[in-house]
């Protein structure tokens, strides 16, 4: 945003996500300390995703999509599935939206929970000055909805992937998506 420090994203984006999973009652936070919108595949950032899978043993792993139109979002989620392939993990992996949409294969009802979440996202401020996010998150929430069946619902969209197609599975719909921005 104009008059905005770039120097000062990491600590500001870091101090919005603190109180962003405050209000969604999360406290158990790691923080890589990479620089924002530089996030890159090195064998240093790989070395912290394997430490939290040792430390944390998760047995799901939700990920932005590989297919997101942010950079960091893109090199973190290759960068988790690249370790999931090569220490043969086990754990589910789910992809979530953020920038854009997906063909899911699940859907989750949140409405009940949407408040909370928009709650949550408020405390973005720095990306909520570049881009009335909220508006189109919402809206996706909103067309997620449909799939819920009742009138009025919210819903957010996940794609489970599987080790043995997941490189697949994302060629193809990076394929998919080239041939649409053309």
């Known amino acids: 945003p104009k008059g905005f420090d770039p120097t000062k994203a990491g600590d500001t984006r870091k101090q919005e996500f603190i109180a962003a999973m405050s209000v ?12 924002d919108a530089e996030i890159c595949h090195s064998h240093n950032f790989i070395s912290k995703i394997q430490a939290e899978f040792t430390a944390f043993s998760p047995q799901w792993i939700y990920i932005p999509s590989p297919l997101d139109c942010h950079r960091d979002h893109v090199t973190c989620s290759l960068s988790i599935l690249s370790v999931w392939e090569a220490e043969n993990y086990r754990q589910r992996v789910w992809l979530y939206e953020v920038w854009t949409a997906l063909p899911v294969s699940h859907v989750v009802d949140i409405t009940q929970t949407y408040n909370l979440k928009r709650e949550a996202l408020l405390h973005y401020a720095l990306p909520l000055q570049c881009q009335n996010y909220l508006h189109y998150i ?31 599975l994302i060629a193809g719909l990076l394929d998919l998506r080239e041939q649409q921005e053309h």
């Not at 790691?30 to 620089?35: Q, V």
């Open 24 to 35: 969604l009652g999360v406290s158990d936070l790691a923080f890589f300390n990479e620089a």
């Open 138 to 168: 919402t809206g996706l929430n909103n067309y997620r909805g449909l799939a819920i069946g009742t009138d009025n619902a919210t819903a957010e969209g996940f794609t489970e992937i599987k080790q043995s197609n997941w490189q697949w």
